[in-house]
């Protein structure tokens, strides 16, 4: 598998519900990670910090509760671009590439739920989560 670009949408307390409502329609299988297995906000412990659904037909959706810290505006920071691979060298290289000339909102390394993670605004305004599949995480 090469890098691959998947949906990942933002929510308020409602990303579990989401993720399994998304299985219930297209068959899909749900894993997620909540806060509370991390040392992030620790007041959403119960919420989602990284989850995605996978379905057999290939439809795949990743879903989060956004972090308090962050404005939440159902219309204005609804989803990122999530680009995925196995190979952490092509993921290293993409974080490279797309890092020029942009902000950088969490910095690339690892994470509770990835070998590497990062996640930036690009110089055309378009948020990225850049990670490296973990073998549990599909």
Known sequence: ??????????????????LAFYAEVFGGTVTAVPYGDTA???????????????????VHVMAYDIQRSLAYDRGTNPFYLALRGHDADEVRSAWEGL????????????????????????????????????????
Do not use: C
Not at 1 to 14: E, I, P, W
């Open 40 to 58: 992030e906000v620790p007041e959403q412990r119960e919420q989602i910090v990284w989850g995605e659904m996978v379905a057999p037909s290939g």
């Open 99 to 138: 890092s020029q000339d942009a902000e950088i909102l969490a910095p690339f390394g690892p994470s509770a739920f990835s070998p590497l993670y990062g996640k930036l605004v690009d110089r055309f305004g378009v948020v990225w989560i850049i990670d490296e599949i973990a073998s549990w995480n599909g």
């Open 1 to 18: 598998m090469t890098l691959t670009t998947t949906l990942h949408v933002n929510f308020d307390g409602q990303a579990a519900a989401a």
